[in-house]
Nanobody
């Protein structure tokens, strides 16, 4: 299963950026975004259920980031607003097994991963 994350780049503090994750034609009930800064563990950012109604966020991004999905396009998005230098990281999209409907908040709960896209926020 291939997940393709893209949309990263270099932005300034306060800017916005939208990441996308294409799921190669497959629909997963639960999808998430994680990030990993240099020298740190992979951190939960956001997750979303199939219908898009139920969304979950890590404390550090609540109120600034928004996860959404377009099942017709097999794509999940992460809208990132009011970016801060501490948001700098490689961002990964991930999916749980198609049969799973329960959201998980750690990386070990996800079965499929994209290659990551780098987001750099300058001060």
């Amino acid at each position: 299963v291939q997940l393709q994350a893209y949309g990263g780049g270099l932005v300034q503090a306060g800017d916005s950026l939208r990441l996308s994750c294409a799921t190669a034609g497959r629909t997963f009930n639960v999808m998430g975004w994680f990030r990993q800064a240099h020298g740190k563990d992979r951190e939960f950012v956001a997750a979303i259920t199939w219908n898009g109604v139920n969304t979950y966020y890590g404390d550090s991004v609540k109120g600034r980031f928004a996860i959404s999905r377009d099942n017709a396009k097999n794509t999940v998005y992460l809208q990132m607003n009011s970016l801060k230098p501490e948001d700098t990281a490689v961002y990964y999209c991930a999916a749980r097994k198609p049969s799973t409907t329960v959201v998980h908040f750690t990386a070990r709960g996800y079965d499929y991963w994209g290659q990551g896209t780098l987001v750099t926020v300058s001060s």
